[in-house]
């Protein structure tokens, strides 16, 4: 940042997304679907102060998601496509950024403490939200991951911490005859057969409940593949996941991690940076670690040939050799 302007800007558009959190939130945009409706109708709708409602409209429609007509609202393109429930291309991921906003409104005391801060009660929905919103960005990185990652002599991929199954589902469909096992706790895994059943899959793909690092994870794999797994815990825990890891696979199996893996400054990738502070709002010991430090741990566990490449989207793949 170079200015008073931007630095102004910057720290006020936390205004627009608290805007436009709210407004999912009250199912806004899909009430209004494609009506034109007065904030009187969406209040009686919604269930909402009709005043407070007009005023969220307006600020909805100064940000060009919503449209303004003879005193009645409507969906902007944009909306009615991506922000109405209805649409096939509704982004319900958004929904966990809720969650995010709480936990988030915590950081001072987290910097303070150390730790996470937030006493958060997790709602029934948050996990499917979670999921959804991993699903909608995994679905988009597989594509390029799958030209990314040597699946030559891969019969059978282990998924760990594989949510939605979002990658597993690419692989698959990319590679036939390989099989894929998706490891993820209890409750996830519920939710991972109904993207696969979706997805058309389920002969491809297996599932595993339990919590990797306490429980076993299974044999004789020649892939292992881990995402957005190992930000989530510390140095020790990583340690023992690699080490667990290690002991799955086959002979000449390999292990492939595809985080945000900084650089030895800490400074980049500008989105890892800010998420390590995610992991300190959120986990009670997660960051995002550097290439040394994941090589060291792996070198620890055994492995050995280990490589990093860039993804495109800010994150790295890291392979390695049983």
Known sequence: MESQKQILETVNN???SRVILTALELKVFTALKNKMLTSEEIAAQIKTDTRATNRLMNALCAIGLLKKKNSKFYNSSVSAQYLNESSPDFMSGLMHQNQLWKSWSFLTDSVISGTCSANLEFEDSWLKSFIEAMHYRGKEQAKILKYLIDFNNVNKMLDLGGGSGAFSIEFVEMNKGMKSVIFDIQEVIVL????????????????????????????????????AVIHSHSPEANMKIFQKCHASLNPAGKIVIVDFIMDETRIIPERGALFSLNMLVNTTAGDTYTFSEVSKWLTAAGFSAITKKDTGFSSSIICANK
């Open 14 to 16: 936390f205004q627009i």
């Open 192 to 227: 991972t057969k109904q993207y696969i059943e979706k997805a058309g899959c389920g002969k491809s793909i297996e599932f595993l409940e339990g919590d990797y690092l306490s429980d076993e994870i299974g044999q004789d794999y020649d892939l292992i593949f881990l995402s």
